[in-house]
């Protein structure tokens, strides 16, 4: 079994979680946001954590219902099951950047938000670039610990966000001056951007692919 098929398992383990509510609450808070801060990034982040979330699920579900045994039981190979996972995590980023720019530009025609057009697309990617980030650092947390036992650490990410987020508002002018030397090198900032997000890639894939082919379940 490929990973493919994997990825299709998962989606349909997840399946009872993309309820209605859960849509209704991520449109609602997606709207909420976007027109208390007038930004694009706010819409398609609240999108991003809802993918994150659902992210996580699998993990959940493979705890309450014995799936990973069952994997072990009928000989699907580890390193199917972790490119699976990582699969779908890149499935839910990108439904939900196609989510978040159709709420940002519902919330646009509504309540006219600054630049909207220019800076969706960037921020759609910045911000799918990140929730995957994010995700890249928690797996391997699930696959070592589970989900009930590692979803304290895997929050760490989040409170490291919420950190900078905090301290950026202290450093704004020192922030917008590094920011501005950033742009000014836009291709370099691009490429090594991309050369750490790949190296968290590929660095997650091994960690998790080495801790769930040693899992005893």
């Known amino acids: 079994m490929g990973a493919i098929k994997v990825l299709q398992l998962d989606l349909l383990s997840i399946r009872p979680y993309l309820t209605v ?18 930004n694009p990034m706010a819409i398609l982040g609240t999108a991003q954590m809802f993918a994150v979330l659902f992210a996580g699920y699998p993990f959940l579900v493979g705890e309450e219902s014995g799936i990973d045994p069952l994997y072990k039981l009928f000989s699907i190979d580890s390193g199917d099951v972790v490119k699976g996972r990582y699969l779908l995590a890149v499935c839910l980023v990108a439904v939900m950047s196609g989510l978040g720019m159709v709420l940002a530009l519902a919330v646009g025609m509504l ?34 610990y589970g989900y009930k036992k590692g979803k304290m650490l895997a929050a760490i ?61």
């Open 111 to 144: 309540w006219p938000i600054p630049h909207l057009a220019s800076g969706l697309i960037g921020s759609a990617l910045g911000t799918g670039f990140g929730a995957m980030g994010i995700v890249f650092l928690e797996y391997p947390i699930y696959f070592r």
């Open 21 to 38: 509510k859960n849509w209704s609450i991520l449109a609602g808070l997606g709207v909420l946001y976007g027109v208390l801060t007038r």
């Open 157 to 217: 990410p989040f409170f490291l966000l919420v950190i900078i987020a905090i301290l950026s508002s202290y450093i704004g002018e020192k922030l917008a001056v590094f920011l501005y030397i950033l742009m000014l090198n836009l291709p370099l900032t691009l490429g090594l951007a991309l050369a750490i997000w790949l190296l968290i890639l590929l660095a997650s894939l091994h960690i998790s692919h080495r801790e769930y082919a040693k899992k005893d379940f």
